[in-house]
């Protein structure tokens, strides 16, 4: 059965700090490896990644993909107390295989 | 609507009784999927759609849960007699086409109690 690990479980960090959070999968008929932030109830999409090596940037939020070594990570730079949140990792096959999640919290 | 609603946003129901969420994908996408997520806990994936079908119901805890898709838009995700374990909030996404190659847009959840 396809399972995705993240790590760590959760994150404290004051504001401006870097976080790096990590993802792992493994794969059958892997398709694309998606990042979500999730503060509330529903989840908002960050990024999709279906290549290695390519890294997808938005403000201060990046991530890549390692598909040799079947890992993503995302990083937060100058992380900001509105980063606080949930964030998941999901392996796309035909549905979406959701890790546990990284709590972040960022303190001022 | 410009993103996928669903409906109730809050439930509370007696446990025993039968409960019916319903789900607006974003219009003109073609693949619809549900969630659960219980306290504390990740995402659980329950069932999708590709139109009409469900080619997927592996994710459905057990027979008392069923759902369904009618002209390739709303869907509802019926519960019977529900159970105390059922609490949990309910979420909807849906993506343009082909399952697995878009991602997923979320609605706001359904949060269903059962006491």
């Known amino acids: 059965e396809d399972k995705v690990v993240q790590s760590p479980l959760s994150l404290v960090v004051h504001e401006g700090d870097t976080v790096t959070l990590n993802c792992s999968y493994e794969?059958?008929?892997?398709?694309?490896l998606l990042w979500y932030k999730q503060e509330k109830k529903a989840p908002t999409f960050l990024f999709m990644l279906t290549s290695s090596g390519i890294e997808k940037k938005s403000g201060r939020l990046s991530s890549i993909l390692d598909k040799k070594e079947l890992f993503s990570i995302l990083n937060i730079t100058a992380t900001q107390t509105g980063d606080s949140a949930v964030y998941l990792c999901a392996q796309n096959t035909d549905k979406l295989i959701f890790g546990t999640g990284t709590r972040l919290q960022v303190f001022p | 609507g410009a993103g996928v609603s669903q409906s109730p946003s809050n439930k509370v129901t007696e446990k025993g009784k039968d409960v019916e969420l319903r789900c607006d994908p974003i219009?003109?996408?073609?693949?619809l999927y549900w969630y659960r997520q219980s306290l504390g806990q990740g995402l659980e994936f329950l069932i999708y759609f590709q139109g009409n079908s469900a080619p997927d119901k592996s994710g459905l805890p057990s027979d008392r849960f069923s759902a369904e898709r009618t002209g390739g838009s709303v869907s509802t995700l019926t519960i019977q007699r529900t159970q105390q374990e059922d609490s949990a909030v309910y979420l909807c996404?849906?993506?343009?086409?082909?399952?697995?190659?878009?991602?997923?847009?979320f609605g706001p959840g359904t949060r269903l109690t059962v006491t």
């Open positions: 219009s003109g996408h073609t693949a």
């Open positions: 794969v059958t008929n892997f398709r694309s």
């Open positions: 996404a849906s993506s343009p086409s082909e399952v697995g190659s878009y991602e997923q847009y």
